[in-house]
């Protein structure tokens, strides 16, 4: 469990520390029954996404029934001014696959709900 925060912790502190925006948005996703709402995180690996970092995240029990999810969502951190149309679509494809592979070197286990 410890090697697993280790890994938690250094990704966490390497996102806050390139997009200080996703610290701001944690805390105000925070509550009682919503702890640590952005959790797997990684920098992005595709060149249409070079500088950006992903997160899954809960929005928390409100926000979810109120936007009728019943999941993660995907956040994305880009140092770019407009989202341009090939990074949305690199979003849909390959950001699963990083998602996944992030998830089986950090936590050792494919999730359920992985793309294939």
């Known amino acids: 469990m410890g090697g697993e925060d280790n890994n938690h912790n250094r990704y966490r502190d390497s996102m806050f520390a390139a997009f200080p925006v996703a ?3 944690e805390a105000a ?3 009682e029954t919503n702890r640590t709402p952005l959790f797997y995180m990684d920098r992005a690996n595709h060149d249409d996404l ?6 899954l995240g809960r929005l928390g029990p409100e926000m979810e029934r109120q936007f009728s999810l019943t999941g993660e ?3 994305l951190f880009t140092p770019y001014e407009d989202l341009q149309t090939r990074t949305f679509n690199v979003m849909d494809t390959r950001l699963r696959e ?3 592979e992030h998830q089986i070197r950090v936590a050792g286990y494919e ?6």
């Open 98 to 100: 990083e998602i996944t």
């Open 111 to 116: 999730p359920s709900h992985a793309a294939r």
């Open 23 to 25: 610290a701001k948005l």
């Open 50 to 55: 070079r500088g950006c970092w992903w997160a």
């Open 73 to 75: 969502v995907v956040f």
């Open 29 to 31: 996703l925070r509550s």
